[in-house]
């Protein structure tokens, strides 16, 4: 098994996780298998609890794992199916080891970060990378490691020690680190300032790490003087310094690494320049031409994502991504217009009018309407408006999770004149229970208690539009994220009066596809 570890430096958020995926986009180009696992060293054991606003999306696997956002990327990117354990998380780390030590299996001795806490980390990568997870059998060819935070952080020390062991361990040519790092330009002086490198480099020197290959993102290219600064002073071969500037879409950046030959640097470090099918250049073909058309789209299409987190587009980001590919696919230039579903609620055309009506404004100019998932009752009467508004004048609608559920809500409300009818999440006592709690589900623990991971819907209407958009299937199989469903008690009122349920569970009890006079109400599904 081959190596590559991805890690940052500077600053947070300079795209590691889709230069991770583009690596590996690039590796598969070459002939090689792919696997990839992330480390996020926060203390939770996963990211089922935490806020959109403080992590953004929490991605779901098929497995039912609650993960960070970056693995819905490496799924995209490199059409593998991953599971719970290619996140590993401090929590997830500590509390194996805690499972031992109270089991005895370390035989009396003082447990402590170094050996106990970074051999787990080894161990665990080792164990993780020989899980296939591209359909085929066997282990893949090269695990793609993505380290989360910044080289220096407090709470990463444990893995970056269990790392520069872990290079050690395998061998120089089993193992490839690529730095990714800033190098930022003084608007004042327009010069590509190389400092913050050097001193990320002598950092991550100092924790017994070596880079192979620096990545800079940057505006612009990197200038020729830049590159022999920067192979000077952290040591690494001016050919194996890329930029990763700016580009007008994250589907360049394959290519952008083939064209400097990054392919060629992370194949030397892993000793692989004779690899069978690395004569040729990686081909990126189908790759290339589709990140160029999506340039080329100029007629729009606007959707409004009338939404909770809209403040942090992070918040629904497959649920973007599956936007762009429908979008592109269909030849149109998307155009997302986020409203806040709290500013179409009256109570905001009193206090902020203007809030109100710019909100409206872009609600009513949409091709298109999504209401995606999210939790607590903030906003749920303006996502009811909206599924109102697009019900009525026939707009195309998509519910996702919560979406589905306040579309339930609003046709009990408008077309069964049920005034009360609403979720038991919001309002516990009411009289017309549409949405309710799943009894499997649990009300003192949140953490991996929803009904989570693929699922399979039986389609129960073949004429319906949701069928169509499936190929005509008899039933799909869909990642799900819920703690709460469509009464089954009001789904035959519902369906008298005009609401289709079309796609089901295997049980009939739980409704998983919905449509009426909306153009298409999709549940609990998470879209990919």
Not at 197 to 216: D, E, F, K, Y
Not at 374 to 397: M, Q
Not at 428 to 456: A, I, N, Q, W, Y
Request: one cysteine or more; glycine letters at 10%; a neutral charge.
């Amino acid at each position: 098994m081959k190596y590559v570890l991805v890690t940052g430096g500077v600053v947070s958020g300079l795209g590691k996780g889709v230069t991770a995926s583009s690596i590996g986009v690039l590796l598969k180009a070459c002939g090689l298998r792919v696997t990839s696992i992330k480390i996020d060293p926060y203390l939770n054991t996963d990211a089922g609890t935490m806020s959109p606003f403080e992590h953004g999306e929490v991605y779901v696997l098929d497995d039912g794992g609650e993960v960070d956002l970056d693995l819905g990327n490496y799924e995209r990117f490199l059409d593998i199916k991953l599971t719970r354990d290619n996140n590993i998380t401090t929590g997830k780390i500590y509390q194996a080891v805690i499972d031992k030590e109270r089991r005895g299996d370390y035989l009396g001795k003082t447990v402590q970060v170094v050996p106990h806490i970074t051999d787990a980390i080894q161990e665990w990568i080792e164990r993780v990378a020989l899980i296939p997870v591209d359909g085929l059998p066997g282990p893949a060819d090269v695990c793609v490691i993505e380290l989360g935070g910044t080289i220096g952080d407090i709470e990463s020390m444990p893995f970056t020690e269990a790392l520069g062991q872990f290079s050690y361990r395998v061998g120089a040519g089993n193992f490839c680190l690529i730095h990714v790092s800033l190098v930022p330009v003084i608007s004042a002086v327009g010069e590509q300032k190389t400092k913050p490198t050097q001193h990320s480099v002598r950092g991550l020197r100092s924790l017994g790490l070596t880079p192979n290959i620096l990545a800079c993102r940057s505006t612009s290219a990197l200038e020729e003087n830049v590159k022999q600064k920067l192979s000077q002073f952290c040591h690494v071969p001016a050919e194996n310094i890329i930029t990763l500037y700016d580009v007008p879409n994250i589907w360049h950046l394959p290519s952008l690494l083939r064209d400097q030959k990054a392919h060629e640097g992370i194949l030397g470090a892993l000793n692989l320049p004779g690899f069978v099918n690395v004569a040729r250049e990686p081909n990126l073909k189908e790759w290339t031409s589709r990140a160029e058309f999506c340039d080329m789209l100029l007629e729009p299409v606007r959707i409004a994502v009338v939404g909770k987190y809209t403040g942090l587009s992070d918040s629904y980001l497959s649920l973007l991504k599956a936007l762009l590919h429908a979008s592109v696919s269909l030849r149109k230039k998307l155009v997302v217009d986020w409203v806040p579903a709290s500013d179409i609620e009256d109570e905001t055309a009193r206090e902020n009018p203007d809030a109100y009506k710019a909100a409206w404004k872009l609600l009513k100019g949409a091709d298109g309407v999504l209401v995606p998932g999210g939790f607590g009752d903030r906003g749920v009467e303006g996502k009811i408006l909206a599924a109102k508004y697009a019900r009525e004048n026939r707009i195309p609608f998509l519910g996702i999770c919560l979406g589905m559920q306040i579309a339930v809500i609003e046709f009990a409300r408008s077309i069964l004149g049920l005034q009360d009818a609403n979720s038991t999440e919001f309002d516990p006592d009411t009289k017309s229970p549409c949405v309710v709690f799943m009894p499997e589900g649990s009300k003192t623990h949140l953490g991996g208690t929803m009904r989570l991971g693929s699922r399979r819907t039986y389609f129960q209407v073949m004429d319906s539009k949701s069928a169509k958009l499936y190929g005509n299937r008899g039933f799909v199989d869909e990642r799900h994220r819920h703690r709460y469903e469509v009464n089954p008690d009001m789904v035959s009122s519902l369906e008298d009066a005009g609401l289709l349920f079309t796609g089901k569970d295997k049980t009939r009890q739980r409704m998983e596809v919905c449509g009426s006079g909306l153009a298409f109400c999709s549940p609990f599904f998470k879209l990919l």
